[in-house]
């Protein structure tokens, strides 16, 4: 069993949809999450970043990680194509080694 | 602020031989990571260094491959011996220390004929 599952996608929305992405984990120690965009032969660009559980927002992103389902989620609101790329999940329980899902491809239709 | 900057960007090479990637932390960050990703898949850990010292690495990194970071500045990545499964994007990545989230550059991708 992976350490962190992430559905492949793709996935694809009109433009101005909200889009909810996800990640489950299987070890509890995971205190640190971070969502990363990945656009194609690029490296990945951190979009957001939360400790513990909770949620974050910025702007038209919001994390949210709830430690006692192991899930964690991210929205993005008002969908533009820009915001069509690979999404990954990040988490870790002591900053020293990360574990990353696979990627959710999006793909957001003008 | 430029980034973090790897060196060369495609790297192409028959197999068996040596190669080596460079890579260049953002300024005063001093914890250093390469990953591996290959086609569909997330980045899997390699290595971190904080400043000079080498402090975790993966089991998939075989005893062909091997990193430095002296004086805790620039790292390299070299593979001995290369290997058609060991075709891939190796992405560096740094942060200012513990609890600080990292910053990814955009990467060497090996190619092996």
């Known amino acids: 069993q992976k350490e962190v599952e992430q559905d492949p996608g793709p996935l694809s929305v009109p433009e101005g949809a909200i889009v909810s992405l996800n990640c489950t984990y299987s070890?509890?120690?995971?205190?640190?999450f971070m969502w990363y965009r990945q656009y194609s032969r690029k490296g990945p660009e951190l979009l957001m970043y939360?400790?513990?559980?909770g949620n974050k927002e910025d702007g038209r992103f919001t994390a949210q990680v709830d430690k006692s389902s192991k899930y964690i989620s991210l929205f993005i609101r008002d969908s533009q194509p820009s915001d069509s790329a690979t999404y990954l999940c990040a988490m870790s329980n002591n900053f020293n080694k990360f574990y990353f899902g696979s990627g959710t491809k999006l793909n957001v239709k003008p | 602020d430029t980034g973090v900057s790897q060196d060369p960007r495609h790297k192409i090479t028959k197999r068996g031989q040596n190669v080596t990637f460079r890579c260049d932390p953002i300024?005063?960050?001093?914890?250093l990571y390469w990953y591996r990703q290959t086609l569909g898949q997330g980045p899997e850990f390699l290595t971190y260094?904080?400043?000079?010292?080498?402090?975790?690495k993966s089991r998939l990194l075989s005893d062909r491959f091997s990193a430095e970071r002296p004086k805790g500045s620039f790292s390299t990545l070299e593979i001995q011996r290369t290997e058609q499964g060991d075709s891939a994007m190796y992405l560096c990545?740094?942060?200012?220390?513990?609890?600080?989230?990292?910053?990814f550059g955009d990467g060497t991708r090996l190619s092996i004929l």
């Open positions: 070890n509890s120690a995971f205190q640190y």
């Open positions: 260094f904080q400043n000079e010292a080498q402090l975790e």
């Open positions: 990545a740094s942060s200012l220390g513990i609890d600080q989230p990292q910053h």
């Open positions: 300024s005063e960050h001093n914890r």
């Open positions: 939360t400790y513990s559980s």
